[in-house]
């Protein structure tokens, strides 16, 4: 049974940072594409980050770009976001998704998701 749980959510001010972290079992880990999504209410799940299997290739919605960074320890199964310089639209609740397939920047292309964590930057 898969299973990714994601964790380090919470209440920020704008400006500053949170680090996400998702837990993975029962995959194969280490040959898995790893993204995260975020969602607001109403609204489609968004792109955010994805890294593929070995870390070597990392992708990021423009949103993200210079602000987000995308990592994973396949040694502990576990994908990270660090985001900084949070701004009140990145509220939302992130998700963590998983493929066995290659890294790709849309939902439909993730097999696992997790349950989410809900981020909220004040302003």
């Known amino acids: 049974q898969v299973q990714l749980v994601e964790s380090g959510g919470g209440l920020v001010q704008a400006g500053g940072s949170l680090r996400l972290s998702c837990a993975a079992s029962g995959l194969p880990f280490s040959r898995s594409a790893m993204a995260w999504f975020q969602k607001v209410p109403g609204k489609e799940r968004k792109f955010v980050a994805a890294i593929s299997w070995n870390g070597a290739t990392t992708y990021y919605a423009d949103s993200a770009k210079g602000r987000f960074t995308i990592s994973r320890d396949n040694a502990k199964n576990t994908v990270y976001l660090q985001m900084n310089s949070l701004k009140p639209e990145d509220t939302a609740v992130f998700y963590c998704?998983?493929?066995?397939?290659?890294?790709?920047?849309?939902?439909?292309?993730?097999?696992?998701w997790g349950q989410g964590t809900q981020v909220t930057v004040s302003s």
């Open positions: 998704a998983a493929s066995v397939r290659t890294a790709t920047t849309t939902a439909a292309g993730y097999d696992y």
